[in-house]
């Protein structure tokens, strides 16, 4: 069974950083490129990042380039997003989602709240 | 990039009823164009995939169809756990992918 499980989040001042971890399980993590899809309080779906399943390739929304770093663990089959510089209005639930070209199989979502 | 506009932002139904959701593209995006349900408190689980593939499990009441810069998700025959919100969200721009801004379909 495919699973995948986020963890990292929490309360950080703005200007801030963390870093959030996706560990996964039941599928050959170095064939598929993972996302990061993130998803304020009573607000939509933003695609914030993704990286290619060799990590040779990254992406970004531009609202974060310059900001936030993903990288990919194909021996441990877990991605990060270091998060730099925080501001409040990223505050949201931040989803690691496996990605094929689809989001066809998401994590539960972890919270990050960015206030003072 | 590429903007998704989802009507109705907000929809009223009976079990039993039949609903459609239109999703519209802002440039045609051939068919690449998926579809999730949100439950409160959950994260999106993927019912369609380039515009009229059923994933795998998902019930055969759930339909997409559509292709270029319209297209629509239909359920037929409501159940109690098809209450939920629906995003399309397009992957012709992939990895830069964008969603709509969502339908949320309640109980009348």
């Known amino acids: 069974e495919v699973q995948l499980l986020e963890s990292g989040g929490g309360l950080v001042q703005p200007g801030g950083s963390l870093r959030l971890s996706c560990a996964t399980s039941g599928f050959t993590f170095n064939n598929y490129a993972m996302s990061w899809v993130r998803q304020a309080p009573g607000k939509g779906l933003e695609w914030v990042s993704t990286?290619?399943?060799?990590?040779?390739?990254?992406y970004y929304a531009d609202s974060v380039k310059g900001r936030f770093t993903i990288s990919k663990d194909n021996s441990k089959n877990v991605v990060y997003l270091q998060m730099n510089s925080l501001r409040p209005e990223e505050t949201a639930v931040y989803f690691c989602a496996k990605d094929a070209s689809y989001y066809e199989k998401w994590g539960q979502g972890i919270l990050v709240t960015v206030s003072p | 990039d590429i903007q998704m506009t989802q009507s109705p932002s907000s929809l009223s139904a009976s079990v039993g009823d039949r609903v459609t959701i239109t999703c519209r593209a802002s440039?045609?995006?051939?068919?690449?164009l998926n579809w999730y349900q949100q439950k409160p408190g959950k994260a999106p689980n993927l019912l369609i995939y380039?515009?009229?593939n059923l994933r795998s499990g998902v019930p055969s009441r759930f339909s997409g169809s559509g292709s270029g810069t319209d297209f629509t998700l239909t359920i037929t025959s409501l159940q109690p756990e098809d209450f939920a919100t629906y995003y399309c969200?397009?992957?012709?721009?992939?990895?830069?992918?964008?969603f709509g801004q969502g339908t949320k379909l309640e109980i009348k």
């Open positions: 380039t515009a009229s």
């Open positions: 990286i290619s399943a060799r990590s040779s390739k990254t």
């Open positions: 440039q045609s995006i051939n068919t690449y």
């Open positions: 969200q397009q992957s012709s721009s992939a990895p830069h992918n964008t």
